[in-house]
């Protein structure tokens, strides 16, 4: 019986390519399926189990962030197949790169078929929007995710914080920032405390909630926590 496969079966493989080249590979940025950061590069890819038109869109979108898209899809069983070739024609006049993935083969033989043509370094909101969301996280979330929970930058800072005051008790905004090195937004994380997870005490100093307290212990398994946890205890 032939397996039924999933968006996110193409993500692992193509993560272990770029990152064989050096990049750093985050999954759901800023709605790309993936973007990865070398230096000053950025490459965005966008994946679906087949090639139709919202996987075209969905990348042209993209090219207002960067001139290295690709899309990415398994592998055809017949690579001379004229809708393959049409297919790379298409990618080729609009500039978008291809990648594919042997999903039926136990190597998951990842090929980047072509690349785009247009070599420009663009700075621009989006750009900069999704180069600073891939070096905030530490923590990955996986490519063409629907229904999992998307790791955020915004959100590691978040828990961070927590287990700062997890392990230290009470805090003022500027003392996260001055003595533990967090970042300058730790007084407006503590000010719209979007997921409830602290508490004022006293005039600029805020605890951990009973909330966040639950949330931490629920997931204290969770690599992202335990990693934040030991940062705030100095064992790491």
């Known amino acids: 019986m032939s397996r039924t496969y999933k968006e996110t079966d193409l993500y692992e493989p193509i993560k272990t390519l770029l990152s064989d080249q050096g990049f750093t590979v985050r999954g759901e940025v800023k709605g790309c399926d993936i973007a ?48 393959f070739a049409l297919l790379k024609r298409l990618l080729k006049k609009l500039q978008i790169g291809l990648i594919t993935v042997s999903l039926d083969s136990p190597s998951k033989h990842t090929e980047i078929i072509h690349f785009p043509t247009g070599n420009a370094s663009k700075t621009t909101k989006k750009s900069a929007s999704l180069r600073r969301e891939v070096a905030g996280r530490m923590a990955d979330s996986v490519g063409g995710s629907t229904k999992a929970k998307i ?37 407006s994380i503590l000010k719209h405390n979007h997921y409830n997870w602290y508490v004022k005490v006293a005039r600029g100093q805020f605890a951990l909630s009973s909330i966040g307290a639950t949330y931490l212990c629920e997931n204290e398994n969770e690599k992202l926590i335990i990693y934040y946890r030991m940062r705030a205890n100095n064992t790491l």
């Open 36 to 83: 990865a950061i070398k230096d000053d590069i950025l490459w965005v890819v966008e994946m679906k189990l087949s090639a139709n038109l919202t996987l075209i869109y969905q990348a042209m979108e993209r090219l207002t962030a960067t001139d290295w898209v690709f899309v990415a899809i398994p592998r055809p069983r017949n690579a001379r197949a004229s809708n």
């Open 151 to 187: 790791n955020t930058a915004y959100r590691e800072r978040c828990v961070r914080i927590a287990c700062l005051l997890e392990a230290n008790g009470p805090q003022s905004a500027a003392n996260l920032t001055k003595i533990y090195g967090c970042e300058k937004d730790a007084h």
